[in-house]
């Protein structure tokens, strides 16, 4: 009788080959981190949602600019004399206490010249030039302003606002890893759905999917709102450990130091000698921004930073002046070391400012999967507790609503700003802020598939009556302006005709 031979040692490693490395990850971890990204999720969950949101809008705030300023004129160039004349003029309309500056001329993609002037007690004031430097209009943006400020700060106050969101950066890169890690299979089953079954699982294969598929971008806009958010965190501890808490030395290191202060009243700064320095100091180059220190004083400054066309991200050159022409500051981008090269392009990557419309519309719809990533998280933790017979409805409703409301309240504020243009950023974030607080209201009587009715056709309401009265009243040429129409035309009308779905059982 023989006795059946013991498998080799090469036959029990090749064994072990065959099994997936990340199938092998013990049980009790998977367990574990699974709990901690649920619970990561939800407790940033409205946070990381509005941000996501409010992002994949902020990738078109040229546009958007473009969009509220369509009826004014356009200019493709602006001379030294004519930013001169508009920062003169600029200046006067300002008033008495003038202390910031900030000249922006036209681009490829932003093509009009604003003149924003800062002054004593927070006043402040833009003004759009014309291609002499006459100042054509005021040039009220609410829209953008508000659409910017609520992805960057959440209209808190700046510092801690820009914490909060550097958090939710932080909350979002540790629920990608976390979710990569509690799904051993995820990479393997990365085209696997299942459609067709119970709406819970294909809602699950659908989150975990667009999770894989643009993971690369999550990761990097994730970091990069991180890094950004936290940038006074992070110049704290780099002020603390390297300048004995002088953070000011931590911000030399990267920008142009504010020349000495001298209060002394004086005709406005000469920009035109130096414009002809910039041209020389870099040939070929396009003025991006001029940012004026104090203009009107003996002390006062100019810093112009100055694009190079070239093929980095970070191509931007710096140069600073004193008043009467005297170069004391001076950064170019290729003699930029690594670091400094990455944090010249983190802002790019971010928003999706870099290669043009494609690279935008990319970073928008990109921007929406993520969005839809973080709603999708709850709604499925919300299905996996009704499934095991311990529902949470008022829960369920207060999501619905979130998810609901802040495309109505977006949608609201757009509309408002539209019809009061001057009033500045209170009127949409007023209108943002009331239609919120209706919404979570909505929550204590309505279903959830009330809500979601509700919210739908009221957003596609909003965005259609957005769309007609900007054609109607603000119009213009411009071909950007009328694809943001017809987008929100097409968007307000598919919300407003999708097919409804069956009520879900209580």
């Not at 490829?108 to 291609?131: C, I, M, N, Y």
């Not at 996996?384 to 609901?404: Q, S, V």
């Not at 071909?479 to 987008?487: E, L």
Request: glycine share 10%; charged share 20%; with cysteine.
């Amino acid at each position: 009788m023989t006795t059946p031979s013991q498998p080799t040692v090469l036959e029990r490693a090749s064994a072990k080959r065959k099994k997936p490395l990340l199938a092998r990850v013990p049980a009790d971890f998977v367990r574990a981190v699974l709990k901690g990204h649920s619970a990561l999720g939800l407790a940033f969950a409205a946070a990381i949602y509005l941000v996501c949101l409010s992002g994949s809008l902020a990738v078109f705030a040229h546009e958007f600019q473009r969009w509220e300023l369509a009826g004014l004129p356009r200019v493709e160039v602006l001379s030294a004399e004519a930013a001169q004349r508009a920062l003169a003029e600029a200046v006067r309309r300002g008033g008495a206490g003038v202390e910031h500056v900030y000249i922006t001329p036209p681009s490829a993609d932003l093509p009009q010249a604003t003149v924003h002037v800062e002054g004593t007690a927070g006043k402040e004031s833009t003004w759009l030039a014309d291609a002499e430097g006459r100042i054509a209009a005021r040039a009220d943006m609410p829209w953008t302003e508000f659409i910017t400020r609520l992805h960057i700060h959440l209209h808190l106050p700046q510092v801690w606002g820009m914490f909060l969101v550097g958090l939710t950066g932080v909350a979002l890169l540790s629920s990608l890893i976390s979710g990569i890690l509690a799904h051993p299979r995820i990479l393997r089953d990365a085209f696997h759905l299942r459609l067709g079954g119970a709406r819970r699982l294909q809602e699950a294969d659908l989150h975990n999917r667009i999770g894989v598929w643009a993971l690369p971008f999550h990761v990097l806009v994730s970091l990069s709102g991180a890094v950004l958010g936290l940038t006074t965190l992070i110049v704290g501890v780099l002020g603390m450990a390297l300048f004995q808490g002088d953070t000011a030395k931590v911000y030399a290191l990267f920008i142009a130091q504010e020349p000495r202060e001298d209060p002394r009243p004086a005709p406005v700064i000469d920009l035109r000698p130096m414009f002809a320095q910039v041209e020389r100091l870099a040939p070929g180059g396009q003025v991006s921004l001029v940012m004026l220190e104090h203009p009107t004083e003996m002390g006062a400054a100019a810093l112009f930073y100055v694009d190079r066309g070239g093929r980095r991200l970070a191509d931007r050159d710096s140069f600073a002046f004193e008043r009467g022409g005297r170069l004391y500051h001076e950064k170019r981008a290729a003699d930029a070391n690594l670091g400094e090269s990455i944090l010249g392009s983190i802002g790019k990557l971010h928003f999706g400012w870099f290669g043009g419309y494609l690279v935008k519309i990319a970073y928008a719809l990109l921007g929406l999967g993520l969005t839809y990533l973080a709603a999708g998280g709850v709604t499925i933790w919300l299905a996996r507790r009704r499934d095991k017979r311990n529902p949470a409805p008022g829960l369920e409703r207060l999501w619905a609503a979130t998810l609901w409301g802040q495309p109505a309240a977006l949608a609201g504020a757009a509309l408002t700003a539209l019809l009061a243009p001057s009033a500045g950023t209170m009127v949409p974030l007023a209108t943002w802020g009331a239609v919120t607080l209706v919404g979570l209201a909505s929550a204590v009587r309505l279903s959830v598939f009330a809500i979601r009715r509700i919210g739908r056709v009221f957003t596609g309401a909003l965005l259609l009556a957005t769309a007609t009265i900007h054609a109607g009243t603000i119009g213009g040429t411009d071909p950007v302006a009328w694809t943001i129409d017809g987008v929100l035309v097409l968007s307000g009308a598919a919300l407003l005709f999708a097919r409804r779905r069956s009520r879900p059982a209580p």
